[in-house]
């Protein structure tokens, strides 16, 4: 009870010293609410490392370590954190990740890194591991086999960074997307010198149709899983399932035929069947391979796996499409270990990812100028510019993705990439050329570094009129992105191609896009998907491939940035409108349909469209205040008419927390008795 009266005590003072209080390392921006949340989640993490770190001496567990133990680790979904977006998890699983960020960083730099560290000595590695295995038991955050395999592939490079980093260790849980784990970091304020102005309005720009338009395809998040096993396990404690026998008097069903919704991944036969079927149904012009080809077994991968499953993909790609140019990016899934991208020539060779950037400039650079080898080579990115067609600029976004550890290292790295970003976009523009941008990860993404989002932002912002389509994959979502100034002029809209994977209950979908043949702007897209429930009950015979919508017929003809913002209007104003976007994102996936999608879930689905840098959302703001008015009004009228349904509450269910409703949540969580 000690620690309830003295957190208290400091709850009860900071209400009182909120509107002057500043506390140390934390960004004097945040609300009231977000600062004591912070100095909450700091207190509970600073107990849990004092109380860890008695037992690593003594070997003795006090009461509270257990304690502690036992109320952290009932507040989650500890799938949630492996399987879902930083930025999707819930208000309890964002707490949690943000003091267990911070209670596992303070461990390991005071018993590790520091020269008298409690386990700094000959046997470190197996003492890191008993730790960091001991930890996730306590806390009941993941199997051993899945810890262990994550500290088998990633502790040579913690290790480094951890050592070596020009970051103070707090500054690691400092870059999550969360406000109460925000603290002051002046290291990595970063900022690329752009030559230009940015748009002072919207971005109106449309090409006229035309007979010479072409058409293209988007496969992204392929995810493909050799190991997949029909009638195996669909449910299992890891992060992947459908690989192992389904245990005998099992209450579930086994995995289906041609995939299945639950966490699993794509079987060869049904990309053989996609890629089948789109070669004799379209007449494509090209290709964009937006990345992520490995499954999500990102425990136990192997370099010569991966590069196995990229050889052959690209084996299927070339036979189906043998005269079909195909530009591809790297996802987060292509590296050994996975997420864990560099181009830093100062760290150890065996660290690096060289092999994979050699492997793919083998199977890329048939489609590619010897030009693009320096590159490729050098971080996994490119430009080309075809015979027909836009300049084509490839990014590696690991660059920007929080869970690639070489950010904490210097996040001055990825200035590198960004800087020949705007050169490269700098000279199309002299040069009077279009260009499409090709990024795995969507740069509003909660996963995506805010600090990166920002710069990358600013450079499309400059180049917007050059910079006529930008296509991205990693959330296996059907959505888009509108890109906002400052100011809210929306100047580019990020296309996302959803997922073959079935990864999670979404069905298999690839996306072809109407191009201007004079711009190369997007004017129309169609989504083609497959019913895996129907497919399922029919394991004999081909899925069949339908024609979800095409965006031009369900939505708008207008498909320029200020045409899609004028939709979002129209969606926060009609609600919906807004559930029909929300069942195509989600693919019309059963399990999906059967949950549905409450009001809290509308407004999220708004404002994700509406966000390209997870830490700028005030569109997305402007938009959820019309859409919580359009809500209510549509609760009046319910109540006119004798309709006392609860729909899940109205779009402010989303927004800040009042002090009051924060204080009672985590107290209720019983994180600080």
Same mark, same amino acid.
């Given at each position: 009870?000690?620690?309830?009266?003295?957190?208290?005590?400091?709850?009860?003072?900071?209400?009182?010293?909120?509107?002057?209080?500043?506390?140390?390392?934390?960004?004097?921006?945040?609300?009231?609410?977000?600062?004591?949340?912070?100095?909450?989640?700091?207190?509970?993490?600073?107990?849990?490392?004092?109380?860890?770190?008695?037992?690593?001496?003594?070997?003795?567990?006090?009461?509270?370590?257990? #304690?502690?133990?036992?109320?952290?680790?009932?507040?989650?979904?500890?799938?949630?954190?492996?399987? #879902?977006?930083?930025?999707?998890?819930?208000?309890?699983?964002?707490?949690?990740?943000?003091? *267990?960020?911070?209670?596992?960083?303070?461990?390991?730099?005071?018993?590790?890194?520091?020269?008298?560290?409690?386990?700094?000595?000959?046997?470190?590695? #197996?003492?890191?591991?008993?730790?960091?295995?001991?930890?996730?038991?306590?806390?009941?955050?993941?199997?051993?086999?899945?810890?262990?395999?994550?500290?088998?592939?990633?502790?040579?490079? =913690?290790?480094?960074?951890?050592?070596?980093?020009?970051?103070?260790?707090?500054?690691?849980?400092?870059?999550?997307?969360?406000?109460?784990?925000?603290?002051?970091?002046?290291?990595?304020?970063?900022?690329?010198?752009?030559?230009?102005?940015?748009?002072?309005?919207?971005?109106?720009?449309?090409?006229?149709?035309?007979?010479?338009?072409?058409?293209?395809?988007?496969?992204?998040?392929?995810?493909?899983?050799?190991?997949?096993?029909?009638?195996?396990?669909?449910?299992?404690? #890891?992060?992947?399932?459908?690989?192992?026998?389904?245990?005998?008097?099992?209450?579930?069903?086994?995995?289906?035929?041609?995939?299945?919704?639950?966490?699993?991944?794509?079987?060869?036969?049904?990309?053989?069947?996609?890629?089948?079927?789109?070669?004799?149904?379209?007449?494509?012009?090209?290709?964009?391979?937006?990345?992520?080809?490995?499954?999500?077994?990102?425990?136990?991968?192997?370099?010569?796996?991966?590069?196995?499953?990229?050889? +052959?993909?690209?084996?299927?790609?070339?036979?189906?499409?043998?005269?079909?140019?195909?530009?591809?990016?790297?996802?987060?899934?292509?590296?050994?270990?996975?997420?864990?991208?560099?181009?830093?020539?100062?760290?150890?060779?065996?660290?690096?990812?060289?092999?994979?950037?050699?492997?793919?400039?083998?199977? =890329?650079?048939?489609?590619?100028?010897?030009?693009?080898?320096?590159?490729?080579?050098?971080?996994?990115?490119?430009?080309?510019?075809?015979?027909?067609?836009?300049?084509?600029?490839?990014?590696?976004?690991?660059?920007?993705?929080?869970?690639?550890?070489?950010?904490?290292?210097?996040?001055?790295?990825?200035?590198?990439?960004?800087?020949?970003?705007?050169?490269?976009?700098?000279?199309?523009?002299?040069?009077?050329?279009?260009?499409?941008?090709?990024?795995?990860?969507?740069?509003?993404?909660?996963?995506?570094?805010?600090?990166?989002?920002?710069?990358?932002?600013?450079?499309?912002?400059?180049?917007?009129?050059?910079?006529?389509?930008?296509?991205?994959?990693?959330?296996?979502?059907?959505?888009?992105?509108?890109?906002?100034?400052?100011?809210?002029?929306?100047?580019?809209?990020?296309?996302?191609?959803?997922?073959?994977?079935?990864?999670?209950? *979404?069905?298999?979908?690839?996306?072809?896009?109407?191009?201007?043949?004079?711009?190369?702007?997007?004017?129309?897209?169609?989504?083609?998907?497959?019913?895996?429930?129907?497919?399922?009950?029919?394991?004999?015979?081909?899925?069949?491939?339908?024609?979800?919508?095409?965006?031009?017929?369900?939505?708008?003809?207008?498909?320029?940035?200020?045409?899609?913002?004028?939709?979002?209007?129209?969606?926060?104003?009609?609600?919906?409108?807004?559930?029909?976007?929300?069942?195509?994102?989600?693919?019309?996936?059963?399990?999906?349909?059967?949950?549905?999608?409450?009001?809290?879930?509308?407004?999220?689905?708004?404002?994700?469209?509406?966000?390209?840098?997870?830490? +700028?959302?005030?569109?997305?703001?402007?938009?959820?205040?019309?859409?919580?008015?359009?809500?209510?009004?549509?609760?009046?009228?319910?109540?006119?008419?004798?309709?006392?349904?609860?729909?899940?509450?109205?779009?402010?269910?989303?927004?800040?927390?009042?002090?009051?409703?924060?204080?009672?949540?985590?107290?209720?969580?019983?994180?600080?008795?």
């Amino acid at each position: 009870m000690k620690v309830f009266w003295n957190l208290t005590l400091v709850a009860a003072s900071f209400l009182v010293l909120s509107s002057a209080l500043i506390i140390p390392g934390i960004p004097t921006s945040l609300t009231t609410d977000e600062r004591l949340n912070a100095i909450i989640s700091a207190a509970v993490a600073e107990e849990i490392s004092h109380e860890y770190l008695k037992y690593l001496k003594t070997g003795v567990e006090t009461p509270r370590l257990r #304690e502690l133990a036992d109320e952290l680790g009932s507040t989650k979904d500890r799938k949630d954190i492996f399987t #879902e977006s930083l930025g999707d998890l819930s208000r309890a699983n964002q707490f949690l990740t943000c003091t *267990m960020c911070r209670s596992v960083v303070n461990v390991i730099a005071r018993t590790f890194t520091s020269p008298d560290g409690e386990l700094n000595g000959p046997n470190r590695d #197996e003492e890191a591991k008993n730790v960091i295995l001991s930890m996730a038991a306590y806390f009941n955050i993941m199997t051993d086999d899945v810890v262990g395999g994550l500290f088998d592939l990633n502790w040579p490079i =913690w290790d480094y960074i951890l050592n070596e980093t020009i970051a103070e260790s707090r500054s690691f849980c400092g870059m999550l997307p969360y406000e109460i784990c925000q603290i002051e970091q002046g290291q990595y304020n970063l900022s690329v010198t752009i030559v230009g102005d940015t748009p002072a309005e919207s971005n109106t720009e449309l090409a006229e149709r035309s007979d010479n338009d072409v058409l293209i395809l988007q496969l992204t998040d392929i995810h493909y899983d050799p190991d997949y096993k029909v009638g195996g396990q669909a449910v299992c404690e #890891e992060p992947m399932c459908c690989r192992n026998d389904l245990p005998a008097g099992a209450n579930t069903t086994g995995a289906g035929a041609w995939g299945d919704y639950r966490n699993c991944d794509t079987p060869s036969w049904l990309i053989r069947n996609a890629f089948g079927h789109i070669s004799r149904t379209h007449k494509l012009d090209w290709i964009y391979h937006t990345g992520d080809v490995p499954p999500h077994n990102i425990w136990s991968t192997t370099k010569q796996g991966n590069l196995d499953m990229l050889t +052959e993909i690209d084996g299927l790609l070339t036979e189906n499409f043998p005269n079909i140019p195909v530009y591809s990016c790297l996802g987060n899934h292509e590296p050994h270990p996975t997420n864990v991208f560099v181009n830093e020539n100062d760290i150890p060779a065996e660290l690096n990812v060289d092999w994979l950037y050699s492997h793919v400039w083998s199977l =890329w650079s048939k489609w590619l100028p010897a030009s693009a080898e320096e590159t490729v080579l050098r971080g996994g990115y490119y430009t080309v510019l075809p015979a027909t067609g836009p300049r084509i600029i490839a990014l590696n976004s690991m660059d920007c993705y929080l869970f690639n550890w070489w950010l904490y290292y210097n996040g001055s790295l990825v200035l590198e990439q960004l800087n020949w970003f705007h050169d490269t976009l700098l000279e199309a523009e002299r040069n009077g050329e279009k260009v499409h941008v090709l990024t795995h990860i969507p740069s509003g993404d909660g996963d995506c570094w805010k600090v990166w989002a920002r710069e990358y932002n600013r450079i499309v912002a400059r180049f917007c009129k050059t910079i006529t389509g930008i296509f991205n994959g990693h959330t296996h979502k059907d959505e888009m992105n509108v890109h906002y100034t400052s100011d809210n002029h929306a100047f580019a809209v990020s296309w996302n191609g959803g997922s073959l994977t079935t990864y999670s209950y *979404m069905n298999p979908n690839y996306r072809l896009y109407e191009l201007s043949a004079q711009t190369w702007q997007v004017l129309d897209h169609h989504t083609y998907i497959v019913n895996l429930t129907e497919a399922n009950l029919n394991p004999d015979s081909d899925p069949e491939w339908l024609e979800e919508y095409s965006f031009t017929k369900e939505f708008t003809s207008d498909t320029s940035p200020a045409g899609i913002d004028k939709l979002l209007v129209e969606m926060a104003e009609k609600p919906s409108l807004l559930r029909t976007f929300w069942k195509l994102k989600v693919t019309s996936a059963d399990p999906k349909l059967e949950a549905g999608c409450d009001n809290a879930c509308l407004s999220t689905t708004l404002c994700r469209i509406a966000t390209t840098n997870y830490g +700028e959302k005030t569109r997305c703001r402007e938009l959820q205040a019309i859409l919580e008015e359009s809500l209510a009004n549509e609760e009046d009228d319910d109540d006119d008419n004798g309709n006392d349904d609860d729909n899940g509450g109205g779009a402010s269910a989303i927004m800040a927390y009042s002090f009051t409703c924060l204080l009672t949540i985590w107290l209720s969580l019983s994180l600080l008795i």
